[in-house]
């Protein structure tokens, strides 16, 4: 069974920085697309940067191309968002998401075509 946990959220102001963790157990993860997601209050749920674990492949939202990085640590079987240069719209409930099957590259940052979810985690941004 998969499980996703986030963790690292919080209130950080504008242009600073901020990690997200996601801690995945309960599948072979290696083999299938990871990713980040936001959802902000009266809005649908965007991606923001996703990963493909077997290459490190990647692949962000314009919104923030040159400001996250997201990685990989096989170890820790931990998925990071390293957040930097933060603004007040980044701020959204995070979600930490995986899809168990092969999906369409023209899908990689929609949210509908993950299967996965973790429960989110909360990141404020002040001017």
């Known amino acids: 069974q998969v499980q996703l946990v986030e963790s690292g959220g919080g209130s950080v102001q504008a242009g600073g920085s901020l990690r997200l963790s996601c801690a995945a157990s309960?599948?072979?993860?290696?083999?299938?697309?990871m990713g980040w997601f936001r959802q902000a209050p009266g809005k649908e749920r965007e991606g923001v940067a996703v990963?493909?674990?077997?290459?490190?492949?990647?692949f962000y939202d314009d919104s923030v191309k040159g400001r996250f990085t997201i990685s990989l640590d096989n170890a820790k079987n931990t998925l990071y968002l390293q957040m930097n240069n933060v603004k007040p719209e980044d701020s959204a409930l995070y979600f930490c998401?995986?899809?168990?099957?092969?999906?369409?590259?023209?899908?990689?940052?929609?949210?509908?075509?993950?299967?996965?979810w973790g429960q989110g985690t909360q990141v404020t941004v002040s001017s």
């Open positions: 990963i493909y674990p077997g290459t490190r492949s990647t």
């Open positions: 998401a995986t899809v168990t099957h092969p999906i369409p590259l023209s899908t990689l940052l929609r949210a509908s075509a993950y299967n996965s």
């Open positions: 309960g599948y072979n993860y290696d083999r299938y697309y």
